[in-house]
């Protein structure tokens, strides 16, 4: 799920820190600005306010739990996407949100 392909979502774009961005198991080796899985150059830098409090260790991209450092790819970096600020995605999209409020009405055990 990148901002490249869902124009909904957000990018934080504040000055990124000295926090180290991180990935979960399903978005491990995919750069964060253009989805692609080849040469990861860069390593990825979030703002300190998309660091704090519960936002900590968690993936840029889809929020879940994070295992691994996220990097930018070698194309994105010669573009210089990595200067754009901090790329953690800041709002869910209407996407994720309109299944979340589908499977609560439904009884899904969505949002109990």
Do not use: W
């Not at 995605?89 to 969505?110: C, E, H, P, Q, S």
């Amino acid at each position: 799920m990148s901002a490249k392909h869902h124009p909904d979502l957000v990018m934080c774009r504040k000055q990124p820190g000295i926090s180290v961005g991180r990935l979960c198991e399903r978005c491990d080796g995919k750069c964060v600005v253009c989805d692609s899985h080849t040469r990861p150059t860069t390593i990825v830098r979030v703002c300190d306010e998309c660091t704090a409090g519960s936002l900590a260790g968690r993936c840029v991209t889809c929020g879940a739990a994070g295992v691994s450092d996220a990097y930018y790819c070698a194309a994105c970096v010669m573009l210089e996407k990595d200067r754009d600020g901090c790329p953690t995605i800041v709002n869910v999209g209407t996407a994720k949100a309109d299944a979340f409020f589908a499977n609560k009405r439904f009884g899904k055990g969505g949002g109990r």
